[in-house]
Nanobody
Framework: QVQLVESGGGLVQAGGSLRLSCAAS????????MGWFRQAPGKERELVAA????????YYADYVKGRFTISRDDAKNTVYLQMNSLQPEDPAVYYC???????????????????WGQGTQVTVSS
């Protein structure tokens, strides 16, 4: 069973930046693709970005392309989400999750993720 701890959220002004971290334990981290999701009040959880094993491929939702960057450090069992140019529509609880199956080299909107952490809150002031 994998354990996930997200951190790095907070309050930032519009146009500002945050770097989210997700530390994983309890399972071999490097063989799983990872995803970052967000859920705003009253909305469904949505995939923001994903990264394949060995970081050979990344995926971004259209509304974060050019602003957010996902990366991973397998030596630290950690996946990151660098968020720049934060906008008033970005506030949400952000979660990370691993792929349900290992060794996936291609990631996208249809990749199945699971095993959620507690999330980290991102708030943007205008």
């Amino acid at each position: 069973q994998v354990q996930l701890v997200e951190s790095g959220g907070g309050l930032v002004q519009a146009g500002g930046s945050l770097r989210l971290s997700c530390a994983a334990s309890g399972r071999t981290f490097s063989i799983y693709a990872m995803g970052w999701f967000r859920q705003a009040p009253g909305k469904e959880r949505e995939l923001v970005a994903a990264i394949s094993v060995r970081a050979s491929m990344t995926y971004y939702a259209d509304y974060v392309k050019g602003r957010f960057t996902i990366s991973r450090d397998d030596a630290k069992n950690t996946v990151y989400l660098q968020m720049n140019s934060l906008q008033p529509e970005d506030p949400a609880v952000y979660y990370c999750a691993p792929d349900l199956v290992p060794y996936r080299a291609v990631v996208g909107a249809g990749t199945p993720f699971g095993s959620w952490g507690q999330g980290t809150q991102v708030t943007v002031s205008s």
